[in-house]
């Protein structure tokens, strides 16, 4: 079992920055990659952006050049930096882990695992 706790949602003026950060515990799993995904409503959950554990990152095009996706491995701490944020921004984001067990009978079985998503608002 993996659990992912968020922080650092919160209501900003356009234009301004926010700082996501999800921290992953438990026992006997790896990390394969880490993600943040949101959903406003009336909308489906999208991805927002994803970073593998060999720093592979990959971006929402309604992001790109505003967000910034970063881990800290040691920590098994994933960070979504976000700046420039507009409204359209507005939603509650999740972060994802996906990970596989790492030891006993069920090694290199896959598990998606969902934080309890923070929300994130930006007023024009």
């Known amino acids: 079992q993996v659990q992912l706790v968020e922080s650092g949602g919160g209501l900003v003026q356009s234009g301004e920055s926010l700082r996501l950060s999800c921290a992953a515990s438990g026992s006997r799993f790896s990390i394969n990659a880490m993600g943040w995904y949101r959903q406003a409503p009336g909308n489906q959950r999208e991805l927002v952006a994803r970073?593998?554990?060999?720093?592979?990152?990959n971006y929402a095009d309604s992001v790109k050049g505003r967000f910034t996706i970063s881990r800290d491995n040691a920590r098994s701490t994933v960070y979504l930096q976000m700046n420039s944020l507009k409204p359209e921004d507005t939603a509650v984001y999740y972060c994802?882990?996906?990970?596989?067990?790492?030891?006993?009978?069920?090694?290199?079985?896959?598990?998606?695992?969902w934080g309890q998503g923070t929300q994130v608002t930006v007023s024009s």
């Open positions: 970073i593998t554990s060999g720093g592979s990152t």
């Open positions: 994802n882990a996906e990970t596989s067990v790492s030891s006993g009978w069920a090694i290199g079985k896959e598990y998606d695992y």
